[in-house]
């Protein structure tokens, strides 16, 4: 494929393998194996095989295989390894890389799952971990000591939007040898250019945008070529974390239409942020994109957009955001984002219950904060439905 493609048309035709038949749509390859036309070339093929040649579908599959080249090219990286779901992405970028006595540094707010990795695995594995406010870099400066073997973030944290300078961050981590790894889930791969700006692995849950219409669980861990084949390849087809070829066939389909909605909801999002602004039932309104938002220049250096997501603080806390939730009428009640359909999350109840309410407060989740991640409904309705809904309350 041709590295003189816009995304748009990589995302159309990148990593497309055709079969004798010369199938137009990316074919399913539903085979846990394969066979080898000799003992020999079984033989050759265990010492080594080559790029279109595959051994188990743990290891991969020419489906996978499709939608690992389109993301690799998508994201800038040389290689691309799938996964089951965002989470074994997570912890085979983590676990595949760090041994007891590694030193890893952290921010803080993170998504429940992967706090978990960060907080009970790794630690009781012998890794330590050093957590710091991602926003300061005067923090990761103090944090990442020599000897630090990986710093990980959200570069957009969940669910207060705040950003993580990747360049900033990726520079302090350089100096002392460390590995960058990102979860640029809200970020999407479209606005992300987190390579550039000097992360080494960036890690993606494709059950969010890369989906994008909320069907099947995965994940992709996309870095160069040494760090996916010999350091995360090895630990991640021995211990199954495999992404099955039905899903990553659906993936290969989302990536088709990844640009186009990403751009939708980015647009919608500004456009309900905009017409939330300064509402009587709200405290505040968090949107990257908006020129209020404490970051917004950092946000249009790191990803020329405002995002999908926007959040917001309902007056009158937990039950006036219930009264909220229950009164929207397009607007779906759920946990997922970056899907087709427009959700409303309420994090304090739902994604964030397991914090204490201390925790809770250190990460600026107040009990009427509403998460919402825009989908691809007319933005008019959907600026009716929440604008109906915050005066029911
Ligand atoms: C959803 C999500 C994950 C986990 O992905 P799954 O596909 O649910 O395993 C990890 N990080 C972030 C930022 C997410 O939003």
Request: glycine share 10%; aromatic share 8%.
């Amino acid at each position: 494929m041709s590295k003189d493609w816009q995304k748009r048309t990589q995302l159309v035709h990148e990593g497309s393998r055709r079969s004798q038949y010369g199938e137009m749509a990316e074919a399913i390859f539903l085979t846990q194996g394969f066979a080898y036309d000799s003992a020999e070339q079984a033989e050759a093929r265990f010492i080594k095989a080559g790029d279109d040649e595959f051994i188990y579908a743990r290891y991969g599959n020419p489906t996978t295989r499709m939608f690992e080249d389109r993301i690799a090219a998508i994201e800038g990286t040389e290689d691309a390894f799938a996964t089951a779901s965002g989470m074994a992405a997570v912890n085979g970028a983590l676990v595949s890389m760090l041994k007891a006595g590694d030193h890893v540094v952290s921010a803080r707010a993170l998504f429940g799952s992967c706090l978990y990795i960060l907080e009970e695995v790794l630690t009781r594995y012998g890794v330590k971990v050093t957590f710091v406010d991602g926003a300061d870099l005067d923090q990761w400066k103090a944090g990442v000591v020599p000897g630090v073997k990986a710093v990980f973030f959200e570069s957009i944290s969940n669910p207060t939007l705040e950003l993580i300078d990747i360049e900033a961050v990726s520079k302090i981590a350089h100096a002392v040898g460390a590995l960058v790894i990102v979860d640029n889930v809200f970020a999407t791969p479209i606005f992300s250019r987190a390579v550039d700006q000097g992360a080494d692995v960036v890690v993606y849950s494709t059950t969010k945008h890369i989906d994008g219409q909320g069907r099947a669980l995965g994940g992709v861990i996309c870095g160069t070529r040494d760090f996916i084949r010999k350091v995360a390849e090895p630990y991640l087809k021995h211990t199954g974390a495999a992404m099955s070829p039905f899903t990553a066939w659906i993936m290969l389909n989302g990536m088709v239409t990844l640009d186009l909605r990403c751009r939708a909801m980015a647009e919608t999002a500004a456009k309900m942020a905009v017409a939330l602004e300064g509402h009587p039932a709200l405290t505040k309104v968090i949107y990257p994109g908006l020129p209020s938002h404490p970051q917004a220049d950092l946000a249009a250096r790191q990803i020329g957009s405002g995002g999908t997501m926007v959040s917001f603080d309902i007056k009158g806390g937990k039950d006036a955001a219930f009264r909220f939730m229950n009164a929207l009428k397009i607007i779906k009640i759920s946990n997922n984002l970056g899907d087709a359909k427009t959700i409303a999350t309420h994090p304090t109840t739902t994604t964030h219950q397991r914090l204490t309410d201390a925790q809770r407060a250190g990460l600026g989740i107040t009990p009427g904060l509403i998460r919402l991640s825009l989908g691809l409904e007319d933005a008019g309705d959907l600026i009716a439905d929440v604008k109906a809904a915050l005066s029911v309350i």
